[in-house]
């Protein structure tokens, strides 16, 4: 290898390395995993949640889920927004199931409502993170 190639070589990992320290870095260890259970109340055959990004997170733009269930029936999560509009239905199957799914996801929160969870053995829990490119 010659001294030029050498040199180009050091100056293009660095400039790898300055690129992701000032870009991605923050987007890829500020978007922390958060884990919720989802549990129905004992007169209700539904469940509601709320789901927010940590309060230093800006720049949303995605919304990832990772749905561990063990219901008895199928399932259907809905993702709103905070006036209560439905954005996303996905049914998933009975039994036991995990599912990982990605959105396109601008605000801050998300509610989330599942039905019909009748049998109180039924469980279901959500991992998500919101995707955002700046976290002060």
């Keep these: 290898m010659s001294k030029r190639s050498i040199i ?34 004992s007169n209700s055959d ?5 789901i927010k990004a940590f309060n230093k997170q800006e720049g949303i733009s995605s919304l ?38 990605s959105f396109d996801w601008y605000t801050k929160s998300c509610k989330i409502k599942v039905y019909p969870l009748k049998d109180p053995s039924d469980e279901l829990s959500i991992a998500y993170r919101f995707i955002g490119s700046k976290f002060y």
Excluded at 23 to 33: H, M, R, S
Excluded at 46 to 50: G, L, W
């Design 8 to 41: 180009l070589l050091l100056f293009s990992a660095l400039l790898i390395y300055l690129v992701y320290i000032m870009f991605f870095q923050g987007i890829v260890l500020n978007n922390n995993t958060r884990e919720i259970k989802v549990i129905t109340k």
């Design 46 to 50: 539904e469940a509601r949640v709320e």
């Design 64 to 101: 990832e889920l990772e749905i561990h269930k063990q219901t008895a029936e199928n399932v259907v999560v809905e993702l709103r927004t905070n006036e209560d509009q439905i954005i996303q239905a996905i049914q998933l199957k009975k039994g036991k199931n995990e599912h990982v799914l």
